[in-house]
């Protein structure tokens, strides 16, 4: 029904309701003009053609809004479904603004009152859905022309649009079976006139559904991996493997890393026992200073000591030297006297005064006998004693003046002597109340005041304290320690947390893989079951299918019900069919039902049909395998889905627990830091303590010295007063020692002159004696005899005058010898005990100096010592602490404790040694590590930007920590950062995106190969539906054994051995997830990549490799007209044709098998084909032609200006298009006169 549309001949909407009967064979007729093929040209609409189809080849562009001028113009189509009181009404609207239409379907057949109200007016589209469910009629929504195919046509398509239009396909669809393609055999035929490539045009339209329900597009077939592709695949793989082949370089950067850490720990042990050998020498150095302060207070006391016993000494000495002094004075006067004694001869003098009484008695004895002898020379013999008288005289007279003089000497020198010591006492009385230096005062202040000095600082450096600044970096080493226990007590805690979601993790990943192995084993059974049954739509030649199919389903429809479906494609069973048995089979009714398997007869009525045993059934059949498909593949990709969250989670745990036991180690080496930097802080205080404590007792040193020297001051300030007071004691000496000179000397002038005297009287005692001689010779005396008695009488005169001169010193003598001369051994022992006790008090003083001096040097010795090794060992200690704070002090982690010397030499070489070697290992580290870079940046892949990325990180890390960054620990961190692209779960992701890339290149060949395949398989079946198709179109008589051909060369493409190659490998191949899941999933094999790279030889340079399907499809037409063989595979053979008669019914032969394979066999939809212009066609022509359409169930609507009676008779009813846009019927139909054309015509 035409509601309203456009009046060809006014070119306006017509105001009409046209409505054209299809049920029978119907004429079309009416003036050329006035609209009969523009209003046949809707009929395909109701099946779904696009305009742009049905108006290809016409011209004509606008098909919609040209038909359906007005907002009320309207197209409605009622059909039948199941039976004829199943009605539908299918209404067509144009939609405003496009060219474009929209339907809805009414349930129930058609009523004017749809389209024209109460008043006479066509219903506005607007309105009209709304106006009929008002009415309680049940309107379908509003569908756009593709969403009204899938409805009407039953389209099993896929779209999530697609399934919820199925409800209404179900309710409003033509057929109870899928009608795809249906709208492309109604645009056919429609057309004015078809060409060959219009055959070939349906037939790729209908291979063009990939799984025969979906949606149209292009059969061309491009691999989604061109040229570039494969090639960047082959490089980074190739790249992959070369890098993880580096297995030597890595090994270099991970011995390094070892030697470089190895070294390093050995300096931090360096750092350590150097901290510990400044601990000892700190502790030496306090010991030292212990040792210094007790011989710094020995020598205090020592010189105190000193100080005293020199006193004590130094007056003994003194007393001992005055009493030797006073004792040797008595003894040299005593020995000066008896040398006097002596000297004068007392002994002899005494002896001589003792025989006083007998040289008298011989002198008067010798003088009586003189004075005989002489008496006679009397007078020469007075003369001679009065010279010798006067000589005797004289002499006693000088001697006594001589004595005199003596006398007065000695007393001289005494009364001096006494001046002189009582000056001397007096001036050492003087001396010694002159009171103390003032320089020995002031210096006795001094030593007081630092020795009160010395024990404040000695008490100060008892109670020595820390600076306030090392207290307060000791509270932030506190604090630091503190800190870095918690965030270890964390850290441990977030490792053991993600050590049980790794563990959990682990389970599920296990749980997942059995759950995707399950599932993969069900799609792999589905997939196994539905390739099955993708082959029972084509089975292979020789198979049980194969030879059912090609007897009628009449013959085995029976065997069906009974046959096991696994045995139908097997080509192993010689299957053959019994003629006749089928034949008695098909004749009697009785054993139609029944079925013999040797003697076993079998009723199988009661047995259902198998979906298998028809295409439609195979069809439905397939169709629900490949939703149990797509639901397991869902399934699957559910399973994998989950697997990879799971392994996800698991890669995530496994990250956090490294990062956290990293994080955990960071914490732990701050842990460490932080200890020893609290360790550090109180060996700071100590040093502090110690350097304060070293300040007091340096100072106690300096004080001490300052009292050293001030006592050594003092004794020689001291030593000098005594050495004035002895001085002083000495020049009275010397003043003595001078009188004593003196008087000595006058003393001995007085002895030569008492000598001279004695001389001279002898002299002239001798010459008067000579004189006296010569008298008495001349007087006859015997001269000699009385010179002899002279001579006695003188000598004994001259004794007792001797005698008499000496008495005083006899009497002084027997005074020495009684009073003075006993006391001498008195004097000598006071004498020599006085010498003895100067002599030992000198040896004492001596003892005692030499005995302090010893002492001095030996603690001075002690001193120096301790001095120099408290100076060696303080340099040492600088040095350790320059070695420590310059050299070591990064190094903060210790290895093994450091066992040999710990002496700065040993140290510094050992410490320098290291250093050198570190040096050296870190330069090989950098060298293997910038190698290694090298080779990972050699291609711009994930591999560089992962080490870019981990670069970036390291310089992050550097401008972080700065100078505490230490240069080895950058070159280790950064070589591990390198090597740790060869841990699994580094590279893993990279390697599983290679595998997936590569096995994305062999699912992208196996897709391609099976796009080709299941491409030639859909030729194969359609050929074969042709064929059947092509025997059930029966009827005509001009030509015989029309052949339809269809076939592809795609296969023959030699690029498909590569990808088939490929497609068998991916086969082959377990699922890919499965290495999404593993933990250190390998690269691609030599192999898989020689297969590539075969492959990718295979691409053309331009790009991807596309093979256009429609290419390689062959129709091909073969028949017999008047016994001569027609093929025909192009337009050219196709016009060669020997009429137009002949390609009308090769064209309605093709379109009808077409139509036989888009509906099936027994369908009842029915189909209207268009046939303009017929009064080409011959009645004869047109006769076969109608009895082939009525039986395919198939109208013909044909139009023409006019009837002619013997084309008219042919059709069931005739159609009259008026100008005015409305059609009404023609006159009855003839039946006897259509009998009798027929009769005609045969």
Not at 72 to 84: K, L, M, N, T
Not at 618 to 639: D, G, I, K, P, Y
Not at 922 to 936: I, P, V
Not at 1086 to 1107: K, Q, W
Request: hydrophobic residues 35%; glycine residues 4%.
């Amino acid at each position: 029904m035409a509601v309203n549309i456009r009046n060809a001949s006014t070119n306006a909407a017509s105001q009409q309701i046209a409505m054209l009967d299809l049920r029978a064979h119907t004429m079309a007729i009416g003036e050329n003009g006035v609209g009969k093929s523009s209003f046949m040209r809707l009929i395909p609409l109701f099946y779904g053609a696009t305009p742009e189809r049905i108006l290809r080849g016409t011209q004509k562009h606008n098909l919609i809004s040209y038909t359906l001028p007005g907002s009320s113009s309207a197209v409605a189509f009622e059909y039948e479904r199941e039976d004829e009181d199943d009605l539908r009404l299918a209404v067509m609207f144009a939609k405003p603004g496009v060219e474009r239409p929209e339907f809805m379907i009414i349930d129930g057949g058609y009523k004017e009152m749809y389209f024209v109200d109460a008043n006479g007016h066509f219903v506005d589209r607007d309105i009209f859905k709304d106006r009929l469910e008002a009415m309680g009629i049940e309107v379908s929504p509003r569908f756009e022309l593709h969403e009204y195919r899938s409805v009407i046509l039953y389209e099993h398509r896929h779209t999530k649009d697609a399934r919820s239009l199925r409800p209404w396909a179900a309710r409003h669809s033509l057929g109870p079976a899928s009608l795809y393609g249906l709208d492309l055999i109604a645009v056919a035929m429609t057309s004015e006139k078809l060409l060959f490539r219009d055959f070939q045009s349906l037939v790729l339209e209908r291979l063009n559904d990939s799984g025969y329900e979906g949606a149209r597009n292009s059969n061309a077939r491009q691999m989604r991996k061109d040229r570039k592709d494969v090639d960047s695949w082959l490089a980074n793989a190739k790249h992959a493997q070369e890098v993880l082949g580096e297995t030597a370089r890595k090994k270099t950067i991970e011995e390094q890393v070892g030697k470089v850490n190895q070294i390093a720990l050995e300096l931090g042990s360096l750092r350590v026992a150097c901290e510990l050998s400044m601990s000892r020498r700190t502790q030496e150095l306090d010991a030292l200073d212990i040792e210094l302060g007790v011989i710094k207070s020995a020598l205090t006391e020592l010189e105190t000591t000193w100080k005293e016993g020199d006193e004590r000494h130094a007056k003994a000495v003194t007393d001992a030297k005055q009493q030797h002094a006073e004792a040797k004075l008595a003894l040299e006067e005593i020995s000066r006297k008896e040398n006097y004694f002596a000297e004068i001869g007392i002994q002899l003098i005494v002896n001589e005064a003792d025989r006083q009484g007998e040289y008298t008695h011989q002198r008067q004895t010798a003088a009586t006998e003189h004075k005989s002898l002489t008496e006679r020379v009397n007078d020469v013999e007075q003369a001679l004693q009065s010279t010798l008288a006067t000589v005797e005289k004289n002499l006693q007279t000088r001697k006594e003046q001589i004595q005199r003089q003596r006398e007065t000497t000695n007393k001289d020198y005494e009364d001096l002597v006494t001046v002189v010591e009582q000056e001397r006492n007096a001036a050492l009385q003087k001396f010694d109340s002159a009171g103390t230096d003032p320089a020995i005062a002031q210096i006795t202040f001094d030593i007081d005041t630092h020795r009160h000095d010395i024990g404040v600082q000695e008490a100060l450096s008892k109670s020595a304290g820390a600076p306030s600044q090392a207290l307060a970096e000791l509270q932030r080493a506190e604090e630091a320690l503190t800190s870095t226990n918690a965030a270890v007590s964390e850290f441990t805690q977030l490792v053991e947390k993600n050590k049980r979601l790794v563990e959990v993790g682990e389970v599920r990943r296990t749980q997942s893989l059995d759950a995707l192995n399950q599932a993969e084993a069900q799609l792999a059974k589905a997939e196994s079951q539905h390739k099955n049954l993708q082959a029972q739509i084509t089975p292979p030649e020789g198979s049980v299918l194969a030879a059912l199919r090609a007897q009628p389903s009449e013959l085995w429809a029976n065997v069906a019900k009974v046959l096991d479906p696994e045995q139908l494609l097997r080509t192993d069973l010689v299957p053959r069919f019994d003629e006749g048995a089928g034949s008695s089979a098909a004749d009697g009714n009785a054993e139609v039902d029944g079925v013999s398997v040797g003697r076993l007869q079998l009723n199988v009525a009661p047995i259902a049909h198998p979906q298998w045993a028809t295409q439609d059934g195979a069809r439905q059949q397939l169709a629900e395998s490949l939703r149990q498909v797509e639901f397991l593949r869902s399934e699957n990709s559910a399973a994998q889905i989950a697997a990879r969250t799971v392994q996800a989670e698991l890669d995530a745990a496994s990250n956090a627990l490294q990062r956290h036991e990293h994080e955990l180690v960071r914490a732990k080496s701050n842990h460490s830091e932080a200890n020893e930097a609290l360790k550090r802080a109180k060996k700071h205080i100590d040093v502090e303590i110690q350097r304060v404590r070293a300040e007091h007792v340096e100072e106690v040193r300096k004080l001490r010295k300052t009292l050293d020297e001030l006592s050594h001051q003092m004794i020689s300030l001291k030593r000098d007063e005594q050495q004035r007071r002895a001085s002083l004691s000495e020049q009275f000496a010397g003043r003595i020692g001078q009188f004593r000179i003196r008087r000595d000397q006058t003393l001995k002038r007085f002895t030569q002159e008492n000598e001279a005297a004695e001389h001279a009287a002898e002299a002239q005692r001798k010459g008067a004696n000579e004189a006296h001689a010569a008298a008495l010779k001349g007087q006859g005396v015997d001269p000699a005899k009385v010179a002899k008695l002279q001579e006695q009488i003188a000598t004994l005169d001259k004794k007792l005058l001797a005698i008499a001169q000496n008495a005083h010193h006899v009497q002084a003598w027997r005074q020495f010898e009684l009073e003075v001369r006993p006391l001498k051994p008195q004097c000598e022992a006071q004498e020599r005990a006085s010498c003895e006790h100067f002599t030992a008090a000198l040896q004492d003083q001596k003892h005692f100096v030499e005995e302090t001096k010893k002492r001095r040097d030996e603690l001075q010795k002690a001193e120096n010592s301790k001095t120099g090794k408290r100076h060696a060992t303080e340099q040492q200690l600088n040095d350790l602490r320059r070695l420590a704070s310059q050299q070591l002090s990064p190094f903060r982690v210790q290895g093994l404790p450091y066992a040999g010397d710990d002496g700065y030499p040993t140290l510094s070489d050992t410490t320098k040694t290291r250093l050198d070697t570190l040096g050296t290992a870190t330069q090989k580290l950098e060298s293997a590590t910038r190698d290694l870079c090298s080779k990972m940046r050699e291609r711009v892949s994930e591999i560089s930007v992962w080490l870019d990325r981990s670069q970036g990180d390291h310089r992050a890390r550097v401008e972080q920590h700065g100078d505490a960054y230490l240069p080895h620990e950058r070159s280790v961190d950064w070589g591990r950062a390198v090597v740790e692209w060869f841990e699994p779960l580094t590279h893993r992701q990279y390697h599983i995106a290679l595998r997936q890339e590569m096995e994305g290149l062999f699912a992208a060949a196996e897709s391609f190969v099976n796009h080709i395949n299941n491409f030639e398989a859909r030729v194969t079946e359609l050929n074969g539906q042709f064929q059947r198709s092509l025997a059930l179109a029966t009827g005509f008589k001009r030509f015989d054994n029309l052949q339809i051909r269809i076939s592809s060369t795609a296969s023959s493409s030699p690029e498909l051995k590569s990808l088939r190659e490929m497609r068998d490998v991916n086969l082959s191949r377990t699922s890919s997830h499965r290495t999404t899941l593993a933990p250190n999933p390998q690269l691609p094999t030599s192999e898989e990549m020689d297969i590539v790279r075969v492959f990718r030889n295979h691409l053309p340079d331009t790009g991807a490799l596309t093979v256009n399907l429609d290419e390689h499809v062959r129709l091909e037409f073969e028949l017999m007209e008047m016994g001569k063989l027609i093929r025909i595979d192009n337009d050219r053979s196709m016009h060669g044709l020997s009429s137009t008669g002949l390609t009308v019914l090769i064209t309605m032969m093709f379109l009808l098998s077409f139509l036989g394979i888009v509906r099936g066999s027994r369908s009842p939809v029915g189909m209207t084909w268009v046939l303009d212009e017929v009064g080409r066609v011959s009645p004869a022509n047109m006769l076969q032609y109608l009895d082939v359409l009525a039986q395919q169930n198939v109208t013909a609507v044909c139009a023409a200006p006019s009837i002619d009676p013997a084309l008219g008779a042919l059709f069931g009813s005739s159609h009259l298009f008026e100008d005015d846009g409305s059609i009404g019927r023609a006159a009855a139909e003839d039946n006897d006169g259509m009998i009798a054309i027929e009769e005609a015509v045969q």
